[in-house]
T-cell receptor, first 112, second 119 residues
Framework: NAGVTQTPKFQVLKTGQSMTLQCAQD?????MSWYRQDPGMGLRLIHY???????DQGEVPNGYNVSRSTTEDFPLRLLSAAPSQTSVYFC???????????FGQGTRLTVV | AQKITQTQPGMFVQEKEAVTLDCTYD???????LFWYKQPSSGEMIFLIY??????QNATEGRYSLNFQKARKSANLVISASQLGDSAMYFC????????????????FGKGTHLIIQP
């Protein structure tokens, strides 16, 4: 059971570089979200999607872009990485019947 | 705006004792969902239990139960007969059901409680 798969698990970027964090789910879920987790804090919502072609901003969207061209994939793009984006990133998915959000394993990103 | 407060940054509990992790929330919305997640040192987020704001009974899942006191806006997690493997960070989270349709959307998390079970 793959569930929610995030790649890569670890990444180091230099300030100003761009990259894409990948997220894929095989449960045919409509809803997908990206969160970031900083030390001493809970997860904070970056962007979310309620279906293919539909995305919206969460609590901390600045510096990130998303798109949802398929039900399965929800990539998160860092346009110009900054040290403040050093964090652990989680992707999650669910459908409207779920009372549970299924989380990926997380991506630990360091920006130097 | 929604807010989740977990007032216990860390707790030490003896193995086999029951544990109560506190969570209070603040929302003006009548329809919401409350979640508890466990995050072990390996980092993954593990779903434990869910309570809907209109659910009449407190949720239970095995050794986990949610003490839901709506008037007090409280959603404490109770772990019965704690085990060494329960040592982890525990997060309380809330979702505004009217605003966000799916379970993954719009979760607002507390800062967590670090639970350590001692033998």
């Amino acid at each position: 059971n793959a569930g929610v798969t995030q790649t890569p698990k670890f990444q180091v970027l230099k300030t100003g570089q761009s990259m894409t964090l990948q997220c894929a789910q095989d449960m045919n879920h409509e809803y997908m979200s990206w969160y970031r987790q900083d030390p001493g804090m809970g997860l904070r919502l970056i962007h979310y999607s309620v279906g293919a072609g539909i995305t919206d901003q969460g609590e901390v969207p600045n510096g990130y872009n998303v798109s949802r061209s398929t039900t399965e994939d929800f990539p998160l793009r860092l346009l110009s990485a900054a040290p403040s984006q050093t964090s652990v990133y989680f992707c999650a998915s669910s459908d409207y019947l779920n009372t549970e959000a299924f989380f990926g394993q997380g991506t630990r990103l360091t920006v130097v | 705006a929604q807010k989740i407060t977990q007032t216990q940054p860390g707790m030490f509990v003896q193995e086999k004792e029951a544990v109560t992790l506190d969570c209070t929330y603040d929302t003006s919305d009548p329809s919401y969902g409350l979640f508890w997640y466990k995050q072990p040192s390996s980092g993954e987020m593990i779903f434990l239990i869910y309570q809907g704001s209109y659910d009449q009974q407190n949720a239970t899942e095995g050794r986990y139960s949610l003490n839901f006191q709506k008037a007090r806006k409280s959603a404490n997690l109770v772990i019965s007969a704690s085990q060494l493997g329960d040592s982890a960070m525990y997060f309380c989270a809330m979702r505004d059901i009217a605003k966000y349709s799916g379970g993954a959307d719009g979760l607002t998390f507390g800062k967590g409680t670090h639970l350590i079970i001692q033998p």
